[in-house]
Structure formats: C-alpha cells, structure tokens
C-alpha cells in the first residue's frame, strides 16, 4: 500500500533510495519515483510500471544523486497508475515534493478551494492536492516547511505517512503519520526514512517508530525535533534497536519469495512455539494470555477481527476455540465489524490477527473495540508494528519477514498461535484433561516433521499444476476445520494466477454450486477429516458423475476417495484441529506452480498489496 524511503547525511542518496524503494516494492509496484537534493536543485524522475523501470531510465541520465531525497512505491488509490499519478508530488512553484502513503479523504473540497485561489492541477491524485496545500499555507503563513506541513495536516481528514522536502529548506526533510506507518533509522551524522525498516537495514539498528499523530523535522544542522501534529507539544521517541535478521529478507536461492517462504514453514513453526511449548513442564507459556488471565476466563465471547488470509486464519480458530476450549466465537471481516454498530463491551474480548499490523480496516476494528471497552488481544507478525502497539496484550507470530504478496507462512503461524491459545485456555477453563491437554500439546509438537513431509509432495504437486492450469474456474471443497482451507486455497488461486476459484463447504455444493461442474471445471477436495469422510466421498462421487475434475487432498494409505479422484495428494494424518497444518500447504503449492506455468508474476501480481493500510 505504498512504500516511502528517504535519506538525509552524507553519502549518495540514490541508491540508498533506490534500493530501500527494492524492499517495499511489495507495499506497492505500480509506479515509483525519487526526488533528490542535487546541492543545487531537486531532481525528481518517476514512472509508471516497476521500480527496475525507473532504475532503467535513471541510468540513463548523466547524474542523478544528491545526499537528500525522498522515494515512493506506489499502489494506486487516487488515479491510475501513470506517470503524472506517481509520486513525488510537486507543488505548483517546484519548491516543495512529498511522498504519500494513505488516502486524504477531503482532498476534492480542499483541491476546489486550490483551484479558487488559482493553483492548478497536473494529477488526479489526492497527494498532489496536499503538496499544495503546504504551499498555500506557507505562503500565506509565511512559515517554514515544518509548520506549513503540521497546518496543512490539520486541515486535512483521511490516514497518511509522508515524507517532504523543499528547496528553501533543503537540509531537511519533514515526516508525519497517521494511520500509515513511518520509521526513521538513526545512523551517525545521518537519518533514513522507511514505510518499515528493511530499507535501512544495511545502515542501521536503530530505529524510531513515529506513533500515530506524530511528525518529525529531520536535519543534519541541528537536531531533530519530534512532536505532535495536532498541538505544538514535542515528543521524546524512543530509539529501538532492530532485531531483524537481513538474510531473512533474500530469496536464498528460490525462484521466488512465495516459494521460499512456503518451505519456511516448518522452521516458521518452530520459531513460533519456541519458548512457549514447553513439553517437559507440560505447559503453554504465552505471557500475553497469563497477564490477563482473568479476562480470558471471565468472557463469554471472542469476536475476531481480521482481513483476507488472516480472517481465514480466524476462521480456523473459531473451530479451534469453540472445540477445545468451548468459548464462543465469532469472526469478523474487520471492514464490516467497523461499522456494523457491533455489540461488544467491557466483558468481550477481541482478537485482532494480522500478518502485517498495518491493516487500516482491522486498525480501525480494534480501535471500535478499544472505545467500547473490550479487551484487545493482537496477533501481528511484523514487531512493533501498529496493530501489535495498539492492542492491549498481545502475541507475535514470529514468521520473520514475508515478502510475497500472497501471505503463507503468516497464516500457518497465525493458526499455530491460535491454536496454542486454545489448548491453554481450555486447560485453564476445565474444560480439557491433562491427558487431552498433553495429546494436544505432543502433537502440535511433531507438526513440523508433517508439514516436511508435505513439502516433499512439490514435484508430485507441479506435476498436477500443469494438467488444470488452464482451467478458468476452480472449485474449493472441504469441511470443518478444511472448510476455512477450502477459502484460502481459491483465495491463493485468485490471487497469484488470475484463475477464478471458489472456497465452498463440501455440503453446500448441492445448493449451487454442483450446476457449474463439468468437464472444464476442476474441484480441489479436502478429504481428511475422518468425521466427514463419508459424506465427502459422496460429494466426489457426485462430482464424477457430472464429468468433474477431482484433486483430492487426502491422508496417508486412504484407499476410497483416492480410487475416484483424477489425482491425489497425501498429507500425513494428525487429529482434526491440526488438519489445515497439513492441507493448506498442498493448496500453496498447487496455486504457486499454477501461476509459474502461466507466467504470472508470483510475488508481485496485479492490482494487489501486501499490506492495505487504506479503507
Ligand atoms: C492484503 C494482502 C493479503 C492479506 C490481507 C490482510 O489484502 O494482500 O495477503 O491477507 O491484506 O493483511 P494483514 O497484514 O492484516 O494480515
């Protein structure tokens, strides 16, 4: 959803930008573009299409650097993507360029007063509307950049982070955000600015995460002053110091980030349960749920909160939830919980899950949330990311960094958290025996050989790709604990191939969606749930009847539905809850090989971001 780098010191600014600009480009990567202080002038150069594109044509140019400038990444909200749409914004006498990530949501009543007052307008986009209001106020104020940015921010409505430079005051660079993250990397006699860290990695450790309603004028003449945008009060940040590991964020030999982070997933796993299964003791320590123990066990209701992957995640644990430990749930997309008037007080609790942190819908659920009085629990893979700041307790996932767009190592922690709240909380609740506590906790434990065992399917897998790849339509189908499976893998499908597909509860097929099936139209059936067995294999069985296509995700040594499918995949057999462990990632990798053997462009595919931090 955007991606901003910039940089203030001593070296060459450009490729500092520019490859920062390489590590957000999953935010966004439908134009790109950098403005930079050359000592004498700014210098911008933006275009439509890729970051490599813009590298391209820059390296045409004679010169390009400066040890000041801004970049951006664009994924576009306001206006196509196009040259003129991408950023950096210019204000109308060049003085002053901002890069924008965030929607201003009364741009078009405030571009009119603009045009009233005479400024006029190149792009259609809400960004180039408050670049000029900046101008507007500065001139009129007569102020600096600083005050000019922190009037124009008041004036405005909507979320943002941005980053501005002006040639009046060309040794700094103003930041602010809200609602859309923004962190500064503090190296010596020298300051780097990010959507998130990676950019800076290289440079720095230290890191200050802007808060919500915070601005910061940069500069390398004296130093930098933090305060708040909506009064004049300074701020204090705290530098932290970043732990993230720079080799997590290369694709170490893989065709693509997606793939890499698909084989991840056992270690992703292990990562997350470390220090909090301990099998010797028999416990499950997850200080977040401890600290607020009471809460847990006095509600009579979680509702969950979450957005695309994550809600699937969600949905995963309503089954887990109301099962083992026998609270009721209910899950949410986070967009529709926002303004649904939700009924929710100080009893409940909300579980807010999301890979990035920075989802404005599931920010915006869990601040409802907040206003009501619930309690607010967030699982978050990105630390210290919004969501995992604004939630009251909370649990990391501890994947590392996912690139890819299409989120899979996310989802298989986010259920591995999930499911470990569960188990302590139905311990907690009485409502399991030690001996059921155990059984769940030992075989959690040996998840991780099951999901290696599953990875060595990826050539068996492949070769089914290649058969359906040039289906236009898919059906998903599974039951129980794979019915939320059954959604993610057509959503996987949709969001790298291109290829419509649909998630159904196997049952539900009869209701609608069985008139589609024929020859063409291929169904990816979760078979493993000894529970419905029986009624699947007549779903399949109906399904063949009508010429259908069958790929069946089935246990080791099943012997019925493997007879009647076309093809079949075997996962390792694990009780039901831990099902997904094993049946999703046939499903990843499925999708993944599909859009190879298309050409898609896997980690990047259209029209999507990795992280929407816009409504
Ligand atoms: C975007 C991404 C999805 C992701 C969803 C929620 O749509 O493309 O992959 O599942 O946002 O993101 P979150 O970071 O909140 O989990």
Known sequence: MCGIVGYL?????????????????????????????????????????????????????????????????????????????????????????IVHN??????????????????????????????????????????????????????????????????????????????????????????????????????????????????????????????????????????????????????????????????????????????????????????????????????????????????????????????????????????????????????????????????????????????????????CNVVGSTISREADAGSYTHAGPEIGVASTKAFITQITILFLIAVKLGKSRGVLSSKQFREYIYELNSIKKKITKVLSSNDKIKKIAAKIKNATNCLYLGRGYNFPVALEGALKLKEISYIHAEGYPAAEMKHGPIALIDKNMPSIIIATNKLYYDKILSNVQEIKSRKGKIIAVVFEGDKEISKIADYTIEVPETIPALTPFVTTIPLQLLSYHIAVKLGRNVDQPRNLAKSVTVE
């Open 102 to 379: 965030g929607i201003i949501e009364n741009y078009s009543a405030v571009k009119e007063e603009l045009i009233n007052k005479g400024f006029h307008f190149h792009s259609e986009t809400d960004t180039e509307v408050l670049v000029n209001l900046i101008e507007y106020i500065q001139i009129k104020e007569n102020v600096k950049l600083g005050e000019a940015v922190q009037l124009a921010l008041n004036q405005v409505i909507g979320a943002y982070s941005i980053a501005a430079i002006d040639i009046k005051k060309p040794d700094e660079i103003v930041v602010a955000r809200l609602g859309s993250p923004l962190c500064i990397g503090v190296g010596k006699d020298e300051y780097f600015i990010g959507s998130d860290a990676t950019p800076f990695l290289d440079y720095t450790k230290k890191a200050i995460y802007l808060k919500d309603g915070e601005m910061a004028i940069i500069r390398n003449h004296k130093p930098t002053q933090y305060r708040k945008i909506a009064d004049d009060s300074f701020t204090n940040p705290t530098v932290e110091k970043l732990e993230i590991d720079l080799a997590k964020i290369q694709k170490k030999g893989f065709d693509h980030f997606m793939l890499k982070e698909i084989f991840e997933q056992p270690s992703a796993v292990i990562d997350t349960l470390r220090g909090r299964l301990r099998l010797k003791k028999g416990i499950i320590k997850m200080s977040g749920i401890d600290d607020f123990i009471d809460k847990f066990l006095s509600t009579n209701k979680i509702t969950i909160v979450a957005c695309g992957t994550s809600w699937h995640a969600g949905l995963i644990a309503e089954y887990m939830f109301e099962k083992i430990a026998k609270i009721s749930v209910e899950v949410e997309y986070a967009s529709e919980f926002r303004y649904r008037n939700p009924v929710i007080d100080k009893s409940d609790i909300v579980i807010a899950i999301s890979q990035s942190g920075e989802t404005a819908d599931t920010l915006a659920a869990i601040k409802l949330a907040k206003k009501q009085g619930a309690f607010v629990y967030g699982i």
């Open 9 to 97: 010191g001593s070296k060459n600014a450009y490729p500092i930008i520019l490859e920062g600009l390489k590590r957000l480009e999953y935010r966004g990567y439908d134009s790109a573009g950098i403005c930079l202080y050359n000592g004498n002038k700014l210098i911008s150069n933006k275009s439509k299409g890729k970051i490599s594109k813009l590298e391209k044509r820059i390296s045409k140019l004679k010169t390009f650097h400066g040890n000041i400038g801004i970049g951006h990444t664009r994924w576009a909200t306001h206006g196509e993507p196009n040259d003129k749409n991408s950023h950096p914004h210019s204000s109308n006498s060049n003085d002053i360029h």
